[in-house]
């Protein structure tokens, strides 16, 4: 980190419209830049999270955002972090380093190292979306050498579907998503508000429980060099110290 402000550059999905969440994330010693993927037409499937993820589209929303002069450049998307396994996640970090990005994170990344950090290994996984992308999800996870417990899908048919889901809403999908030999549970897409919930969510399932925006969050300004503390009770436990950058 350089200067008095944290600087994080977020790229986020063309039809993200919770600007606001991702603020309330942001403490008063750093500034959010934020810029949105280029729009595409199509319902939410695997397609979709594919084009959100087209690097040409992310060089572009990363060379519109540098002129902030960010400590980091993030890539805050979970679908279109994963869906392309662990090789499209890396191709991500090589498009914002080749747009000019000199540090970079991914959300699908940041929850990879939120797993290692807390050690965990078997997950109950929940997601907003349809089963063909969530199953994308269990696969990314599997490759990465985690095991999945379950998976839960909503199956909603758009970004403001998702946007609209309720606090009691996303409670309910965790518990539904929980299994007794998960050791932790992970909420997918940065769509979802989260913050008034995981303390909350933590305590009701005795486990930790991992948001996408929570681990995005974490991880962006982590690798800023000014780790966050707000980010629920298991990762705030946790020592920012104890496990090396992802790049």
């Known amino acids: ?21 991702l603020w309330r994330w942001c403490p008063d010693d750093a500034t959010l830049h934020i810029t949105r993927t280029a729009y595409h037409d199509g319902v939410l499937g695997v ?24 400590d980091v450049v993030t890539y ?42 807390l050690g965990l290994r078997r997950l109950a996984l929940a997601t907003p979306y349809p089963a063909e ?9 599997e490759e990465a050498g985690y095991e999945a417990a379950s998976l839960e899908n909503l199956g909603l048919p758009h970004g403001a579907a998702i946007q609209a889901t ?4 996303i409670i309910d999908l965790l518990r539904a998503a929980d299994r007794p030999d998960a050791d ?35 991880g962006a300004f982590r690798a800023a060099g000014a780790p966050l503390r707000l980010v629920g009770q298991s990762l705030t436990a946790a020592s920012p110290a104890a496990l090396t950058r992802r790049t």
């Not at 008095?4 to 790229?11: E, F, P, Q, S, T």
């Not at 992308?133 to 996870?141: K, Q, S, W």
Request: aromatic residues 6%; proline residues 2%.
């Open 184 to 218: 932790g549970i992970f909420l997918s897409c940065t769509g979802l508000g989260t913050l008034d919930l995981v303390a909350r969510a933590e305590a009701r399932l005795g486990k930790p429980v991992l948001t996408a925006i929570q681990v995005t969050m974490w």
């Open 47 to 70: 397609a979709l999270a594919e084009a959100t993820a087209d690097l040409d589209d992310v060089r572009f929303a990363t060379r519109s955002v540098i002129t902030a002069e960010p």
């Open 1 to 21: 980190m350089t200067g008095d402000l944290a600087r994080i550059a977020l790229l986020v999905p063309f039809d993200t419209s919770n600007d606001r969440e």
């Open 166 to 169: 309720t606090d009691d809403e």
């Open 76 to 117: 805050a998307c979970t679908s279109g972090s994963f869906v392309l396994g662990l090789a499209g996640e890396r191709a991500l970090h090589a498009a914002m380093r080749e747009a000019g990005a000199a540090v970079t994170t991914t959300t699908s990344g940041s929850m990879l190292d939120a797993f290692a950090l």
């Open 133 to 141: 992308i969530g199953e994308r999800l269990v696969a990314f996870v």
